[in-house]
Nanobody, 120 residues
Framework: QVHLVESGGGLVQAGGSLRLSCAAS????????MGWYRQAPGKQRELVAS???????NYADSVKGRFTISRDNAKNTMYLQMNSLKPEDTAVYYC??????????????WGQGTQVTVSS
């Protein structure tokens, strides 16, 4: 019933920009925390950026000043604006949300991921 769908990934040259989006659909009562994670080949999944329902943000040191996370609570959608992309940003990016369904409790949900490839 709940789906997190990422979009906006693709191939971009170093120094370019991409904007990822994550749309949550289903019988959602509320979404508390949301975040973007990424996993590069041979590496562990890591937090890229997170945002609370109130708009408080947190970023990995590696993306500070380059990435901006935002959310539209009315649309249950989260965004990640990625500027000045570097080859080391290449990874599968995953959307994560802590949300509550109607007549339910809060649980963590994950999207299926979207590939971001930055060429040098």
């Amino acid at each position: 019933q709940v789906h997190l769908v990422e979009s906006g990934g693709g191939l971009v040259q170093a120094g370019g920009s991409l904007r990822l989006s994550c749309a949550a659909s289903g019988n959602i009562f509320s979404i508390n925390g949301m975040g973007w994670y990424r996993q590069a080949p041979g590496k562990q999944r890591e937090l890229v950026a997170s945002i609370t329902s109130g708009g408080r943000t947190n970023y990995a040191d590696s993306v500070k000043g380059r990435f901006t996370i935002s959310r539209d609570n009315a649309k249950n959608t989260m965004y990640l604006q990625m500027n000045s992309l570097k080859p080391e940003d290449t990874a599968v990016y995953y959307c994560n949300a802590l949300l509550r369904l109607y007549r339910g409790n809060e649980y963590d949900y994950w999207g299926q991921g979207t590939q971001v490839t930055v060429s040098s």
